[in-house]
């Protein structure tokens, strides 16, 4: 709340134009042979998601489904498709907008290792989840009386080195 009384302060002459990039977060969760059932780690992976997008409508999601080599080109297709829509579950039952979501199955087309070994199939049997927060820079944002309830946003405030003063740069456009 206190970012958007600081933002209400701003003067439209006080933003400058920047830069904001977008920030991508890749999180691979493993499945076990001929499974889409996700695991323990997986769970915890998507925890870590499910918080990145808490309370946020600046995200998009993107779920590829992946498997090994072991089987027909039709099964595995169905089978990475079974294991992006099982994070998408899980991810929907924590709160994701499933329309913020993009899903993927890729069968065996995109290898992370080689087929040969064990361990290549393993680490071949995955899903993607690419979690993308949108940034915009401040004088691209609604007027402050203009945002909708909920809507989130972030504001870049640089501070002295280890201290919680703000510095110059930051506290003249908050102070005009």
């Known amino acids: ?12 002459m006080a933003m400058m134009a920047q830069v904001v990039k977008d ?14 059932k996700v695991d323990e780690d997986g769970r915890r992976a998507l925890k870590r998601i499910c918080g990145l997008v808490a309370d946020r409508d600046n995200y998009a999601i993107r779920i ?11 099964y595995n297709a169905a089978l990475s ?13 924590c709160g994701a907008d499933p ?15 080689v087929n040969a070994t064990e361990e290549g199939k393993a680490a071949n049997r995955r899903t993607q989840v690419n979690v993308t927060l949108h ?6 944002l609604e007027p402050v009386e203009g945002l909708r ?28």
């Open 81 to 93: 498709a079974r294991r992006a829509d099982s994070i998408k579950v899980h991810l929907v039952r």
């Open 64 to 74: 590829t489904g992946h498997t090994d080599s072991v089987g027909g080109w039709e």
């Open 135 to 140: 940034y915009f820079s401040v004088n691209a």
């Open 149 to 176: 309830p909920g809507a989130t946003f972030d504001l870049k405030v640089l501070f002295e080195f280890n201290t919680a003063v703000m510095k110059k740069e930051s506290r003249k456009p908050v102070e005009e």
């Open 99 to 113: 329309g913020r979501m993009l899903i993927a199955s890729r069968s065996f087309s995109e290898p992370k290792a």
């Open 1 to 12: 709340m206190r970012a958007c009384i600081l933002l209400a302060l701003w003067s439209p």
């Open 23 to 36: 920030r991508v977060e890749q999180h691979t969760i493993h499945f076990a042979s001929s499974e889409a």
